[in-house]
Each structure stands twice: as C-alpha cells, then as structure tokens.
C-alpha cells in the first residue's frame, strides 16, 4: 500500500512507520519537525513536514495515497486540547478535494469514551462513565469530536480504539472487536495498536466501522 502517517514521531507514530516499511509499504510521513523521526527511518520514508493550518501540505501529503493513518494524540489530560479534532477537520477536508478516489482515513481514538458491548457490567456502568470518563475528559471530548468529524465527512474512514497505551514490548497478538469493545480491553502495547492500525488500513472490511483493540 501507498500510506501517510501523520503523528508518524510519536511513540505510536513510529511504531506504525518502522511496521510499514517491514511489510513493504511506501510511507509519507507528514510531521512538524523531520528531526525528531530516527535517522534509519528518514532515509526510507518520504517527509512533509506541516502543521495543523497547512492545507496545502495535507494535500500534497495524501495525493495518490491509498489510506491516510492519523496516530495523532495528546499526553497532556489536564486542559482542554483540540488536536485530534483539528487535525480530522483537516484531514478529512483533504481527502474531499482529492475526488472520488481519495485515501481511506484510519483514525487513531481511545476506548475509554465509549462505554457499551462487548463491556463487562462493572467497566461499562462505573469505569469508564464514572472513573475514566473525569480523568480522562479533555482527551476524550477531543476524541469524541474528532470521530464525529469523521463519521460526518463523506469520506472512507475506519476508526480504531484503544485502551491504554503502553511501551512495552510487543505482545505478539492483539484482540479485537468490530463495532463493539473487547472484554477486558484496557490496555494495548503501541507495537500491536500499531500493528492493528495497519491491518486496519489494509481491510477493505473495515472501511466504515470502528475496530476496537486490547492486548
């Protein structure tokens, strides 16, 4: 496949970069600052290097791509951010100028917004919408916006939830749902959401659904 990653010199971002180029697919990355991408992983990939307000960048960054991954996120929970919603407005404004045969978009999101099936009573009706849900409300409120945005656009999208995020090695596997949460889901090591962001991008089933994730 012909992929861009934007967040591609986040912790997931590169993840999703490094697994890319190992299966052999050609890879944009689209981030703000070139420098902060491993030098190995510079010499294999195509840069554009952008910013939120830069559409003509977006542009040029998803021309001829066949699926677009945005593993853009915030680490800081403790104001309000709009950098997930932002940057699906803007993605998916791209993908409507380039026509018809535009990029799939493959959404990175978080499942502790989404409380419901595949839930065990206890997570569904206390932790997420009681424990989670004000810890968590400056990310989530970015996220929710951004998968509304999405969802709206016109354009093909696939969104993929995760738990926590972690940085430990790869668990070798990941187990997922789709259109509803994975039992006992609440975390995920960044190599195998990396690997499900992917394999997302690459299933033509997917296009239209949200593929939720756990280690």
């Known amino acids: 496949m012909k992929l861009t990653v934007f967040g591609g010199t986040g912790g997931t971002g590169r ?12 890879v944009t990355a689209a981030v703000r600052d070139a420098a902060r991408l491993p030098p190995d992983l510079r010499e294999q990939i195509a840069i554009v290097e952008t910013n939120s307000a830069d559409d003509t960048a977006v542009k040029a960054a998803i021309a ?13 929970l403790k104001h309000p951010t709009r950098v997930c919603a932002d940057t699906a407005g803007l993605l998916t404004a791209a993908i409507r100028s380039s026509g018809h045969h535009g990029p799939r978009l493959v959404l990175a999101s978080n499942s502790a917004m989404a409380p419901g099936p595949g839930d065990d009573p206890l997570t569904r009706f206390f932790v997420k919408p009681v424990v989670l849900a ?17 969802r709206a656009s016109g354009v093909p999208w696939t969104i993929v939830r995760a738990g926590r995020l972690t940085d430990r090695e790869s668990k070798g596997g990941y187990r997922r749902g789709v259109d509803r949460n994975v039992l006992g ?17 690459a299933d033509p089933g997917c296009a239209g659904h949200v593929v939720s994730v756990g280690n």
């Open 185 to 201: 889901g609440f975390q995920i090591t960044r190599a195998d959401f990396a690997t499900a962001m992917l394999d997302a991008a």
């Open 64 to 76: 001829g791509r066949d699926a677009v991954i945005s593993a853009i996120g915030t680490r800081d």
């Open 15 to 26: 993840q999703i970069v490094r697994q890319a180029l190992d299966a052999g697919h050609e």
């Open 134 to 150: 004000p810890l968590l409300r400056h990310m989530i409120e970015d996220m929710h916006q951004a998968e509304q945005i999405v």
